[in-house]
């Protein structure tokens, strides 16, 4: 009962913010003496902290408490085919420290290395090593295996499916390691800070070299019996080869990054990226904005096969193609108008670049504030 009724204090500080104990007594239902034992113990520990003393209202003043953030920290990490970025979050989840590079990795070996420097170099910045961490979050293209412990479906990677490579990221981080899918992660991201708050079932699709999606299903992320729920990149898409299906999927192939490029080429326009396509089409290009609305098009269809099996509430796009909804959503509206009565809301994701980093620093919270609980909490039994 002790540990309970600790737990039932800290989440409502967590939940409702700081609180003196009267407030909270009130607000659990438990005895003013109940309370404050348990503040009592969870200051002992390191879980609470006091902040002052409310000054107005008629009476003596009463000591406020609040959650104590400083009480473990966790790390973020978004491994990205173009950039790499890392974030220091204390328990309050505020970001303390962070860091974004482009990756410039060409093996699986470099990368992890470069992942374990910029992890060491944000932790530095933050005060702290990795060691201090309770629990350290990493955002990946591919699927998680934790039976051959390597990632599968990450052809955008070069070497990331290799056997053991998540024993290798834990060699280099260090224990309390999670390793999640990026889109699973953006779409977390979304839910605890962005666009979806409060939405019990969306779907976060991200486009960018790839194409995945994260799934929501009543308020729960949702990974399949394999981990491989919303690897969209691998439905069938006419027009793509089957060696295409094999090794990236056909829906990646045609409307991923490069399928944009070569879109806006087919229309004449001299272009190296899909970034270069879109700002095109922003200043108004002909040709881009065909560009644009073919890709619109195809992933219509990815959206129209998805809600015809989950019904989501809401389509989020984010990615760095996907994040271009003010181009996209009309013609994908209008496409999807023709293929299905079933037309999902479809927004722009809030948190842009930051949705893989922000999902992995949501994971990471909820996992330490369970482990520091766990670890601390049940000592005054």
């Known amino acids: ?58 009476g003596r003043s009463a000591m406020v408490y609040e959650p104590n953030a400083a009480a473990g920290h966790v790390l973020g990490i978004d491994i990205g085919r173009q950039r790499i970025r890392v974030a220091v979050a204390d328990l309050a989840g505020s970001v303390i420290a962070r860091v974004d590079e482009r990756n410039r990795c060409r093996s699986a070996s470099a990368l992890v290395r470069t992942v374990r420097d910029l992890a060491e170099r944000t932790v530095s910045d933050a005060g702290l090593s990795l060691a201090d961490l309770v629990v350290k979050v990493v955002g990946t293209p591919g699927v998680p ?56 079932a969306f779907v976060c699709v991200i486009v960018g070299t790839g194409i995945g999606m994260g799934i929501v299903v009543d308020g729960r992320l949702f990974r399949g019996a394999h981990g491989a729920a919303g690897e969209i990149g691998y439905l069938p898409y006419t027009g793509q080869s089957e060696e295409d299906g094999r090794q990236r999927g056909q829906v990646e192939a045609a409307a991923a990054a490069e399928s944009v490029v070569a879109l806006a080429k087919e229309r004449g326009l001299v272009v190296r990226t899909a970034r270069e396509v879109f700002t095109a089409a922003k200043s108004g290009d002909e040709r881009a904005l065909l560009a644009v609305r073919d890709e619109a ?62 999902g992995a620093v949501a994971i990471g919270l909820r996992a330490a504030r369970e482990l520091l609980f766990d670890r601390r909490g049940a000592v005054t039994l």
Do not use: C
Not at 155 to 176: A, F, K
Not at 195 to 200: P, Q, T
């Open 145 to 200: 295996d934790p039976h051959d412990r390597t990632l599968h479906h990450a052809p955008n990677l070069p070497g990331w499916e290799r056997p053991g490579l998540l024993d290798d990221l834990e060699t280099e981080l260090g224990p309390g390691l999670v390793v999640e899918n990026d889109a699973n992660l953006a779409a977390v991201g979304e839910r605890a800070y962005g666009v979806a708050r409060d939405v019990d």
């Open 1 to 58: 009962m002790r540990v309970l009724n600790q737990r039932a204090v800290l989440d409502r500080l967590r939940a409702g913010g700081p609180a003196t104990r009267p407030q909270i007594a009130k607000d659990t239902g438990l005895s003013k003496p109940t309370v404050g034992q348990a503040l009592l113990d969870l200051e002992r520990h390191g879980l609470v902290r006091p902040i002052g003393r409310t000054t107005a209202g008629p």
């Open 297 to 358: 098009e195809r992933l219509a269809f990815v959206v129209a096969s998805v809600v015809a099996v989950i019904d989501p509430e809401l389509v989020v796009l984010g990615g760095g193609i996907g994040s271009n909804t003010d181009l996209l959503q009309e013609s994908m509206e209008a496409a999807l108008r023709r293929m299905t009565p079933l037309v999902p809301r479809i927004v722009a994701g809030e948190l842009g670049d930051g949705a893989v980093l922000s």
